[in-house]
C-alpha cells in the first residue's frame, strides 16, 4: 500500500482493523478472564498460561468469531476449555476444581456484565473507525505505519522525519487516545454507534 494513504484508506484495511482491535479486546477482557480461571485453578502459573494460551487461541482462530456476540463469553469459554484440559494433562486432583455448577454461575455472571450494548465486534469495529476518523494525521499515519506497515520504531522514525522517541510516545498516545475515544464511545451507546 502507498506509504502516503490517507488515514481513512488505512483504516479500511483488515489488517490494522485485527491487529489494533484485538489488542483492545485483550486489554478490556484480561482481567475478567483472569478472575474467571482464577475462580477454576488454584495455581497462580497455570493461571497466567492459561490467560495467555486463551488469547492466543483466540487470535488463532479470529475467523471463528461470531462477531455479533460479545467477545468476553467467546474468549472465556476457550480458557475453560483449556483449563479443563490443564487438569486432565498436569494430572491435578479433581477437588482443585471448582465443580461444574459453580463454574457454569460464574460464566453466567460474566455473560450477564457482558451482554450490554457495545460488546460485539462490529460494535467495537464501528467505534474504532470512527475514533481513527478523529485522531490527528500525524498519529494516524506513525500508527498506520506501525500496525499496517508492520514498521518498528526506528523505521517510522526515518520515514516520518522524527526521533524514535518521540514516534514511541506518538504510539503510546494514540493507543491510549484510541482506547479511550472507544470506551467514552461504547459508554455512551444506547444502540446506534453510527
Known amino acids: 500500500m502507498d506509504m502516503n494513504s490517507s488515514p481513512r484508506q488505512l483504516e479500511q484495511d483488515p489488517r490494522i482493523q485485527a491487529k489494533e482491535l484485538f489488542e483492545i479486546l ?4 484480561e482481567g475478567r478472564l483472569r478472575a474467571f480461571l482464577q475462580g477454576m485453578v488454584r495455581d497462580s502459573i ?4 492459561l490467560v495467555q494460551e486463551s488469547f492466543l487461541v483466540a487470535w488463532k482462530n479470529l475467523d471463528r468469531y461470531d462477531r455479533e456476540q460479545p467477545f468476553g463469553p467467546w474468549v472465556r469459554g476457550i480458557g475453560r476449555r483449556l ?3 490443564w487438569f486432565r494433562k498436569s494430572g491435578r486432583d ?3 476444581f471448582v465443580d461444574e ?7 453466567q455472571l460474566h455473560d ?3 451482554g450490554h450494548p457495545g460488546d460485539t465486534l462490529d460494535e467495537k469495529l464501528s467505534s474504532l473507525r470512527a475514533s481513527l476518523e478523529r485522531l490527528p494525521e500525524h498519529q494516524a499515519r506513525v500508527l498506520a505505519l506501525h500496525y499496517h506497515e508492520d514498521l518498528d520504531c526506528q523505521a517510522i522514525a526515518e520515514n516520518v ?4 522517541e518521540a514516534v514511541k510516545k ?10 479511550s475515544c472507544i470506551e467514552q464511545r461504547l459508554a455512551a451507546v444506547g444502540g446506534d454507534l453510527s
Open 94 to 96: 479433581k477437588h482443585e
Open 161 to 164: 522525519g522524527r526521533s524514535r
Open 26 to 29: 485483550v486489554r478490556e477482557h
Open 112 to 114: 450477564e456484565l457482558d
Open 83 to 85: 483449563s479443563l484440559a
Open 101 to 107: 455448577q459453580t463454574v457454569d454461575a460464574l460464566s
Open 46 to 49: 497455570a493461571v497466567e498460561d
Open 170 to 179: 506518538l504510539l503510546q498516545r494514540g493507543r491510549a487516545w484510541l482506547g
